[in-house]
């Protein structure tokens, strides 16, 4: 018996091992978009910086783990197997839920996923408990309870909510859906203040008022982060606690000027820029708060099972279903080296993850300044938001005076954009707001910790985010439906995450109870399958998106766009011109699967390019002023944009036709189409040679076997109006020829354009 609690232990712990690396790839985004987003330094830079926050804020994070021990639930109220059975469905659920949720791009928080789990858990539980457990086994429950004055005697019925900390989680629940306001109107106002006293042309004003805001900033940070985020730390004794306290003005007070002075002096001796320092501090912060504040959602309940089982092993004449779990309910102090193991592990998957690297995208989309592609289609709710949110404005710009609105106005002028990226792609926003973000956002998460309420800093930072966005009018006409869109889309993701936890954990813990040992191999197996097979999709998903139009673009520069532009035409030229042969040979074969394979490859083909033609702006802003040129990229766009819609005409009807069972095409009408691809393919091929290798380009070439074509096609449609009108072939056979002929025709036309508009901009690209 003893063997098998203790191999529950391990199983927990190489699912905390799990959990780390799936949740930090999770939560990166919390402590790196801000950085990332403004460009502020080097990826690799941010990543050391964010992993030295990270393994900092793992060592301070000890006060937090009770949390899982006693902030959901009554663990006196719980025998040992019983609260091992908890921690192990807990655990389950969580690395199943966040892996599932990463691989399928859903937002979600690991705070509340670990919160609404225990919930769950402890739930399903005392139901069990309560319905189907014996009277026997609840009178030690009830002997507690009266013996604390929580019961009136032993005849008084226990409910569920006596099993549930309900204040503690009530205010913990609260604590979490609350801060989401709260992140967001803190954001929005710090802001626009901000924006105020900086304006958008910050690079003037910053030289007066930089030193002032980053000593603001950096004592915030010392304060939040240093004295209330790590006053449950090992180091902060009794009398250091109690001297901060006592002197908590003038630490502030020395902290500001300190920070103050020293600024400004780099900034005059070294012309360090004080905002990325900013920036670059508050990340270290943010991801400190993080790991502080987060790391009981991974390993916090390895360590309350761990304790667990040292209580009982430690009286090996009890029964595990004898021992009620009181010792939970105490202090305990977290061994500093798991808490140094943990954050070893978090700062390595930083760097090693995949996932990490590409989480940050959704909310950088919501909040740059710039419009653009957006992901997220509007709603009536996000139209009717922003209806409104235009109607207060306009409200309030009748109320105030024209003076004010004008000066107001002026701050928020924006001005070009300067070349301050060195090669790391264009800013999504400026320092100022990145500054904001992590300044912001790191006293709420820290000030959470410091009350022992484990606040979900993906809530917290994605909100700081979309109010900062807010604030400074990133949400323009352009862009407001389609960013509200996608926070309510979110937040409604955010829900999913709590109820999916509750009910999910509430499920698993039932079934372990029911089938002990063996739902516990299942389960594991079962884990270790999810775990394997989500690692599969997310490869393959991330192999798709190597190939997608937003990787292209952020690629693309001025001195690679011919090289580039003549590999993508050649490429989907080539893939076109072989779907159109499988399209011929599955008419002929009446081969349904190869069809749909078809639109399949021409659909992902379609996509991406319709990706650069929405996006061509952020294209074009890479090439030097030449409207000419820009003109001629544009139109290769368009017309590599048509081709590919001639082709998804051509494959949809001929789907319909064998989805329909229509009879299938005749020998004669599929060797006429036949030869007309034998010479689209020699076309094709003089194209695609002619762009590779513009010394050897025959445009006379092209042109002659263009007409060629045309008049083959010609000849071809000709022919089957012959058959039509002799009634050797039905109507829905016609149709579907002669779509096919027009389709190819127009495509054909649209080929040899595409040519030239190639050809003109890469004239002048070279030139």
Request: net charge neutral.
């Amino acid at each position: 018996m003893e063997t098998l609690y203790l191999l529950i232990v391990v199983v927990l712990f190489l699912l905390a091992i799990s959990d780390l690396i799936v949740g930090v790839s999770n939560d990166a985004v919390n402590f790196l978009n801000s950085a990332i987003g403004a460009k502020v330094a080097s990826f690799r830079t941010i990543m050391v910086i964010a992993a030295l926050g990270v393994l900092v804020g793992a060592v301070v994070s000890s006060g937090m783990m009770e949390v899982a021990r006693k902030g959901i639930f009554n663990p006196s109220m719980f025998y040992f197997d019983e609260i091992m059975m908890i921690f192990l469905a807990v655990m389950i659920t969580d690395v199943i839920l966040l892996d599932g949720f990463n691989t399928m791009g859903m937002p979600t928080s690991t705070t509340v996923s670990i919160v609404f789990e225990l919930l769950g858990a402890a739930v399903g539980m005392a139901t069990i408990k309560l319905f189907w457990g014996s009277p026997e086994s609840l009178l030690p429950i009830k002997q507690f309870m009266v013996d604390n004055n929580l019961l009136k005697d032993l005849n008084s019925d226990l409910n569920v909510t006596d099993f549930i900390n309900t204040s503690k989680a009530l205010m913990i629940i609260v604590g979490i859906f609350l801060s989401v306001i709260i992140a967001f109107s803190v954001g929005a106002l710090v802001q626009y203040l901000a924006r105020i006293t900086f304006t958008f042309n910050y690079k003037i004003r910053v030289k007066y008022f930089g030193a002032i805001w980053g000593g603001i900033a950096f004592s915030i940070i010392t304060y939040f982060i240093f004295i209330k985020g790590a006053k449950s730390a090992t180091f902060m004794t009794g009398d250091i606690k109690e001297w901060f306290n006592a002197n908590l003005w003038m630490v502030l007070f020395i902290s500001f000027a300190g920070w103050t002075l020293l600024l400004q002096l780099i900034h005059w001796l070294f012309k360090v820029n004080i905002l990325r320092l900013v920036v670059l501090v508050g990340t270290f912060s943010l991801a400190m708060a993080f790991a502080g504040n987060d790391l009981v959602n991974f390993i916090g309940v390895p360590l309350a099972g761990w304790a667990s089982w040292k209580e009982w092993v430690s009286d090996p004449s009890v029964s595990p279903d004898g021992l009620l779990m009181s010792a939970l309910s105490g202090k305990v102090q977290t061994p500093i080296y798991l808490l140094m193991l943990a954050g070893i592990i978090m700062v390595v998957t930083l760097f090693v993850s995949k996932k990490a690297k590409s989480v940050v995208k959704t909310s950088i989309d919501l909040s740059r300044q710039t419009a653009g592609d957006e992901r997220f289609p509007p709603t009536g709710f996000s139209r009717a938001i922003v209806r409104t949110s235009l109607n207060i404005s306009r409200a309030f710009n009748y109320i105030l005076p024209n003076s004010v609105i004008n000066f107001i106005d002026k701050q928020f002028e924006p001005v070009e954009k300067e070349d301050e990226d060195k090669g790391e792609g264009i800013a999504a926003f400026d320092l100022i707001r990145a500054s904001v973000n992590l300044v912001v956002a790191s006293v709420l998460i820290a000030f959470g910790t410091s009350l022992k309420l484990p606040l979900s800093t993906t809530y917290v930072t994605f909100m700081v985010a979309m109010g900062t966005s807010l604030a400074d009018n990133a949400w323009g006409r352009e862009s407001a439906v389609y960013r509200v869109s996608g926070v309510v889309a979110v937040i409604g993701g955010w829900f999913l995450t709590a109820l999916t936890a509750f009910f999910a954990s509430f499920i698993v813990v039932s079934l372990l109870n029911a089938g002990g040992i063996f739902s516990i191999i299942a389960f594991v197996v079962i884990t270790a399958f999810v775990i394997y097979r989500t690692h599969v999709l997310h490869k393959k998903n991330e192999s798709v998106k190597e190939q997608s139009g937003s990787n292209v673009i952020d690629q693309i520069s001025e001195d690679n766009i011919i090289d580039r532009s003549a590999t993508a035409i050649s490429n989907n030229l080539d893939s076109v011109n072989s779907q159109l042969h499988k399209l011929i040979v599955a008419l002929e074969n009446e081969d349904y699967k190869t069809l749909k394979k078809c639109k399949k490859q021409i659909d992902s083909i379609s996509s991406r390019t319709k990706y650069l033609k929405d996006n061509v702006g952020s294209i074009i802003e890479k090439f030097r002023d030449d409207n000419e040129n820009d003109f001629h990229f544009v139109q290769v766009l368009d017309y590599l944009r048509e081709i590919l819609h001639n082709a998804n005409f051509m494959i949809r009807p001929a789907i319909d036709h064998l989805a329909n069972t229509h009879k299938p095409l005749t020998k004669e009408q599929t060797e006429e189409l036949m030869s007309v691809w034998k010479s689209f393919d020699k076309l094709t091929s003089l194209v695609v040679k002619s762009i590779e290798q513009p010394s050897k380009a025959n445009e006379d070439k092209i042109l002659t076997k263009q007409a060629e074509i045309l008049d083959l096609i010609k000849s071809v449609n000709k022919n089957q109006l012959k058959r039509l009108k002799k009634a050797e072939v039905g109507t829905k056979n016609s149709m579907l020829y002669l779509k096919l002929l027009d389709e190819w025709r127009n495509m054909i036309l649209h080929i040899v354009n595409l040519y030239k508009s190639y050809r003109d901009f890469a004239d002048y690209n070279r030139k």
